[in-house]
């Protein structure tokens, strides 16, 4: 009996197996994310050329560790939102912010980024509504979902590392310490997104987390990420879009142009300690997983080992 279930279990194509399972989560992050038609699209092109930038693993050994670590993503993703709200809430109801700077901010020239909207118009208005409430997630999501079927655990780590896993415990402290509000609402001007708050409470933590902007520093982490790709087609759609988002944020009056570039700097320096952390987990891995998770592999590129 023993001997016929492992047989059956040799049978079976595991590959194809792993690939209908895969497609069925990524299904379910977009679904979780509410993704319009547009964004699947944008996913779409992103995938295009994923081939120049896949690695010699074998698709069976990758999904032993892709498909887990996808999972994860996903979980955390779902997770996280209510995680992030009721910090923001507790901060909010602690009143700890020992720095208000919606005035100083509001002295600056040209700070409030009005000149953004030298032209505007409805239709412009609503394009940029879409970039940028899509903006905060699809962006790390797209990087995330191609590096996956580029079977690197090294740029699913990455991308994650760089975006929200690192970013939102390392923000915080800013977020606590600097009370700073959003454009609009300290020039007393509607607010573009079209939000609808229930009580003053939840408008007051929906716009006091400003400084630096995290649409920026998470777009622009990914943006900087994207540049490493062989691909073009990846690279310049990623360009393209997470600038979007940034110029979103200024456009809808939602971030200030001081935010803007420290959110630049925070994604700078969260890239780099990314890359440092999984060169050192790296270093120490069991010289028995790297040998499982390469075995019998075509050496086509010098970068195939479990971590690349």
């Not at 993703?77 to 720095?99: D, K, T, V």
Request: hydrophobic letters at 50%.
């Amino acid at each position: 009996m023993y001997n016929r279930a492992r047989g059956w279990l040799a049978s079976l194509d595991w590959t194809h197996y792993g690939i209908i399972a895969s497609i069925y989560l990524i299904w379910r992050i977009g679904e979780g994310g509410g993704w319009s038609t547009a964004c699947w699209m944008l996913l779409l092109i992103c995938l295009l050329g994923v081939r120049t930038d896949q690695i010699d693993v074998d698709w069976k050994r990758f999904f032993v560790f892709g498909l887990p670590l996808l999972y994860l993503f996903y979980y955390f993703y779902g997770s996280g939102n209510s995680l992030w709200w009721s910090i923001a809430n507790w901060m909010f109801e602690n009143n700890r912010h020992p720095w208000t700077w919606d005035e100083a901010m509001n002295s600056i020239p040209l700070n409030n980024a009005a000149w953004m909207r030298i032209y505007n118009s409805p239709a412009l208005d609503q394009a940029m509504v879409w970039v940028y409430n899509y903006g905060f997630v699809l962006s790390l999501w797209l990087c995330i979902v191609r590096s996956f079927w580029t079977r690197s655990i090294k740029k699913m780590l990455s991308y994650a590392l760089s975006g929200h896993v690192l970013q939102f415990p390392l923000i915080l402290p800013f977020y606590n310490l600097i009370m700073l509000r959003e454009v609009w609402f300290v020039k007393g001007q509607p607010d573009l997104l079209g939000r609808v708050f229930a009580s003053e409470n939840e408008l007051l933590t929906n716009v006091m987390n400003c400084f630096p902007s995290m649409h920026t520093s998470i777009s622009f982490a990914m943006l900087l990420l994207a540049l490493r790709e062989k691909d073009r087609i990846f690279k310049y759609m990623m360009v393209t879009y997470c600038s979007l988002i940034i110029i979103s944020t200024m456009y809808l009056q939602i971030h200030w142009v001081l935010d803007v570039f420290a959110g630049m700097a925070f994604a700078y320096g969260t890239v780099k300690l990314a890359d440092f952390l999984i060169r050192i987990c790296s270093d120490r891995l069991p010289e028995w997983l790297k040998g499982y998770y390469n075995k019998k592999q075509k050496k086509k590129y010098p970068d195939t080992t479990m971590v690349a």
